[in-house]
């Protein structure tokens, strides 16, 4: 079964750090990169972070030098290092593979996509 899963989520301090994990089964994230979205609360969804099938990165805007993103092949798992949270980091993270596109309003698309976890920084 494919399936990928995201973890790590919580509460956390404005200007703490949090790490997601997205664990990944019946499949090899070398075959199908993965893509980070989150959504708060009455916003769209948002492209945060993505790694593709050759390595490449990618990052938004908004978290550019505070997020960094690794992968752990024999743990088939990718993460996303969160640093120098503030509220407006606060929403529920997806991972996604083979995704192409994400519906705004619900934050899911195409591909395999997650759960979602949940990410509260507080000031």
């Known amino acids: 079964e494919v399936q990928v899963v995201e973890s790590g989520g919580g509460s956390v301090q404005a200007g703490g750090s949090l790490r997601l994990s997205c664990t990944a089964s019946?499949?090899?994230?070398?075959?199908?990169?993965i893509t980070w979205y989150r959504q708060a609360p009455g916003n769209e969804c948002e492209l945060v972070s993505r790694?593709?099938?050759?390595?490449?990165?990618y990052y938004a805007d908004s978290v550019k030098g505070r997020f960094t993103l690794s992968q752990d092949n024999a743990k088939n798992t990718v993460y996303l290092q969160m640093n120098s949270l503030n509220g407006e980091d606060t929403a529920v993270y997806y991972c996604?593979?083979?995704?192409?596109?994400?519906?705004?309003?619900?934050?899911?698309?195409?591909?395999?996509w997650g759960q979602g976890t949940q990410v509260t920084v507080s000031s």
């Open positions: 996604a593979a083979w995704a192409t596109f994400s519906i705004a309003s619900t934050c899911t698309g195409d591909g395999y």
């Open positions: 019946g499949f090899s994230f070398d075959d199908s990169g």
């Open positions: 790694i593709s099938t050759d390595g490449t990165t």
